[in-house]
């Protein structure tokens, strides 16, 4: 399965660095996506990362203070987050999908529960 870590409460300005690992999952997968959905919002796509040659994809409007990158050694995806604002707001989910990455969610398959993120002052 997937599972988010890394959400919680956080002030403007700060950094996040959000966690999806890929435990026990027995999977041909080629791609990891993040993406996120605010409350009263539909799911918006942010990025994505091929596992084996770790290309990456950015939604628009997204790479300047997001940063998605791979640990295989661990199994791991990561998102970093710069910079949030109170518009970061939101559930963040990862998902694997068999294609090159995008951030189309039709193209993934397998979701984990989520983390959510909060940003206030």
């Known amino acids: 399965h997937l599972e988010e870590s890394g959400g919680g409460l956080v002030q403007p300005g700060e950094s996040l660095r959000l966690s999806c690992a890929l435990d026990?999952?027995?999977?041909?997968?080629?791609?990891i996506g993040w993406f996120r959905q605010a409350p009263g919002k539909e799911r918006e796509g942010i990025s994505s990362?091929?596992?084996?040659?770790?290309?990456?994809y950015y939604a628009d409007a997204m790479e300047a203070r997001f940063t998605i990158s791979v640990d295989n050694d661990v199994y791991r995806v990561y998102l970093q987050i710069a910079d949030l604002k109170p518009e970061d707001t939101g559930i963040y989910h990862c998902a694997a999908g068999a294609t090159m990455p995008t951030t189309d969610p039709t193209q993934y398959a397998h979701w984990g529960q989520g983390t959510q993120v909060s940003v206030s002052s």
């Open positions: 026990g999952v027995n999977l041909d997968i080629y791609s």
């Open positions: 990362i091929a596992l084996s040659t770790e290309s990456t």
